[in-house]
Nanobody, 115 residues
Framework: QVQLVESGGGLVQPGGSLRLSCAAS????????VGWYRQAPGKQRELVAN???????NYVDSVKGRFTISRDNSKSTVYLQMNSLKPEDTAAYYC?????????WGQGTQVTVSP
């Protein structure tokens, strides 16, 4: 059974940092690409960053220079380091593990950026 467990969310002041983790089990993690998405209330879910099997990364423009996605295949875990957080980063954050034939989602972790 595939499980993705996100952690690391919370309440942080503007300018602060958080590191999200997404730990996978039940899959051969190294053969999957991984994406971090976020969804704010009343808005569509958007792709924040993704990382491929060869560690190629992509970021949405609004987080470039502030967020860093990385993976540790030995721990079947992907991370999202978020620095210089802004109130507009407030959202539920989800990880997605995907390949050409499979697609799995985690349950989400809430990030709230507020004074």
């Amino acid at each position: 059974q595939v499980q993705l467990v996100e952690s690391g969310g919370g309440l942080v002041q503007p300018g602060g940092s958080l590191r999200l983790s997404c730990a996978a089990s039940g899959i051969t993690f190294s053969i999957y690409s991984v994406g971090w998405y976020r969804q704010a209330p009343g808005k569509q879910r958007e792709l924040v960053a993704n990382i491929g099997v060869t560690d190629t990364t992509n970021y949405v423009d609004s987080v470039k220079g502030r967020f860093t996605i990385s993976r540790d295949n030995s721990k079947s875990t992907v991370y999202l380091q978020m620095n210089s957080l802004k109130p507009e980063d407030t959202a539920a954050y989800y990880c997605q593990v995907y390949s050409h034939s499979h697609n799995f989602w985690g349950q989400g972790t809430q990030v709230t950026v507020s004074p």
